[in-house]
């Protein structure tokens, strides 16, 4: 039997299929994500450690959220907020282990962003905002020990649209602007962003017309 095992490996990799998850397994940051790149793989002991640089290629989807739900319950006319399921989840696993400390990934990755990849982020949902766009950027992706994933630098968006649905009142889809952007300096839901879009439509000028003879 083996003991002790470790690993230590160099890859380059040529359109990989590097992130393929859903809302399920992470609902900050999930979808297919195809990338070019070199990366560094080691384990020892339970940590499995992944460092390299890559950048995006067709078709990468990735879907951010900027906002994390949180269930909230009314308690005697005092408003109690739950703790969020994932860390709720993580307090069970370790109470069900004993303590013991599980297999975990480090993650360090510089991704540089590329137009062949269309980004979708998810706004406040009570409004039901959402931007989809493409752009370019260049990001550092980490994930510790401890699974707590946190996203730095800057992703501009060259195009893409801006749909707003205000339940059935209004729907609106935007045209994103040149200078729209996205920035993080860690956590993805404190992500900050500049977004500039126009939509354009056609309207009659008759009630002007008749207001502006009426007054004459």
């Excluded at 998810?122 to 992706?141: A, E, F, M, Y």
């Amino acid at each position: 039997h083996l003991k002790n095992w470790g690993l230590d490996l160099d890859v380059d990799m040529r359109h990989l299929m590097a992130l393929n998850t859903q809302y399920k397994d992470n609902d900050l940051f999930f979808g297919k994500a195809f990338v070019t790149g070199r990366v560094h793989l080691s384990q020892h002991g339970n940590l499995f450690v992944v460092n390299g640089d890559a950048r995006t290629e067709s078709p990468t989807y990735i879907t951010l959220s900027l906002t994390r739900n949180t269930n909230v319950q009314m308690q005697n006319n005092y408003i109690v907020f739950e703790k969020p399921y994932a860390l709720e989840n993580e307090e069970k696993k370790t109470t069900e282990t004993g303590g013991k400390k599980r297999n975990a990934t480090q993650l360090l990755l510089n991704l540089t962003a590329t137009p062949e990849a269309t980004v979708k982020v998810n706004l406040d949902p009570s409004i039901g905002c959402t931007i989809v766009g493409n752009g370019n950027g260049d990001l550092r992706l980490e994930l510790n020990e401890n699974q707590k994933f946190e996203i730095y630098g800057s992703y501009t968006l060259s195009e893409g649209v801006v749909d707003l649905a205000l339940g059935n009142i209004l729907t609106r889809t935007l045209k994103l602007e040149n200078g729209s952007y996205l920035s993080w300096n860690g956590r993805p839901e404190n992500g900050q962003m500049k977004v500039m879009a126009n939509y354009t439509t056609k309207t009659s000028i008759s009630s002007l017309l008749n207001e502006s003879a009426t007054t004459s």
